[in-house]
C-alpha cells in the first residue's frame, strides 16, 4: 500500500466523519437522504476494506469491487433524485425522470453487452466501473444544465453537484488510465487521481453543509427574535 494512497485514504476518512457529523447535525440529511446514505456507506466500505486489506488480503479485491459497485448504486440513485429535486414544480416531472431512468437503464444493459474482457485484465468488472462514472459525469452536466437553466441559487444543491462533478471525472480519468498505461512507472498515478478527486468532493460537500447549517442556525435566531404580530 502505497504512501499516496494512505496518505489520501486517511485524509478522506476524516473528511467523511466529519462531513456526516455536519450533515445530520444540520439536517441536510432530510433534504439530501442518498448523499447521506452514500457517505455512511462509504466509510464503512473504507474502513471494512482496509481492515481486511491487512487481516485477510486474498478477500481484498472482493470486498473491493462489491463496495465499488454498491457506491456507484447509491451514485446513481443520488444524481436522479437530484435531478428531480431541479425540476421539482415542472409539469414535466414525471415524465422528465422517467425520460431520464430508462435511457439510463438502457445503456447499462448495452455496456454489459458490449464490455469485452480482453481490454483488461481485471476482465469485465474494471471498465464496468470506468462507465458507471462516465454515466455518471453525463447525469451530473444533465443536472447542471436544468440548474442554470433555471438559474438556481441554491447554494447546497449547487455545491453537491459540483463535488459530485469532481469526484465522477477523477473516476473516469484515472480508471481509464489504470486500464490502458502499461508502464509501471506510472501506477501510481491512477490511484493518486481518483483519490484526490475524491477528497476534493468531500471538502465541497463539506463546505456546502458548513454553509447549509449556518444558514438554518441564521433562520433559528432571527425566528426567536422577530417580534409578535
Not at 447535525?25 to 439530501?32: I, K, Q
Amino acid at each position: 500500500m502505497s504512501l499516496v494512497w494512505t496518505s489520501l485514504t486517511a485524509v478522506g476518512l476524516a473528511l467523511i466523519c466529519f462531513l456526516i457529523a455536519v450533515v445530520f447535525r444540520s439536517g441536510g440529511w432530510r433534504r439530501y437522504p442518498f448523499l447521506a446514505l452514500y457517505l455512511v456507506t462509504a466509510l464503512v466500505y473504507q474502513v471494512t476494506a482496509m481492515a481486511i486489506y491487512y487481516i485477510q488480503p486474498e478477500r481484498y479485491v472482493m470486498t473491493y469491487w462489491t463496495g465499488d459497485i454498491v457506491l456507484h448504486g447509491l451514485i446513481l440513485l443520488m444524481v436522479l433524485f437530484l435531478i428531480r429535486e431541479a425540476l421539482v414544480g415542472n409539469r414535466g416531472l414525471d415524465l422528465a425522470a422517467f425520460m431520464i431512468v430508462v435511457p439510463l437503464v438502457v445503456f447499462v444493459g448495452v455496456i454489459l453487452y458490449l464490455l469485452d474482457p480482453a481490454h483488461s485484465g481485471r476482465g469485465w468488472i474494471f471498465p464496468l466501473s470506468r462507465n458507471l462514472s462516465f454515466i455518471e459525469e453525463i447525469l451530473n452536466f444533465v443536472l447542471w444544465i436544468i440548474l442554470i437553466r433555471n438559474r438556481s441559487r441554491e447554494l447546497v444543491l449547487l455545491l453537491v453537484s459540483a463535488g459530485l462533478g469532481i469526484q465522477v471525472t477523477g473516476e473516469v480519468i484515472g480508471r481509464t488510465i489504470r486500464l490502458y498505461a502499461r508502464d509501471p512507472s506510472v501506477s501510481w498515478l491512477p490511484d493518486a487521481i481518483i483519490l484526490l478527486c475524491e477528497t476534493g468532493a468531500l471538502f465541497v460537500w463539506y463546505r456546502a453543509f458548513r454553509a447549509y447549517s449556518r444558514r438554518n442556525a441564521d433562520s433559528g435566531r432571527e425566528s426567536r427574535t422577530s417580534p409578535a404580530m
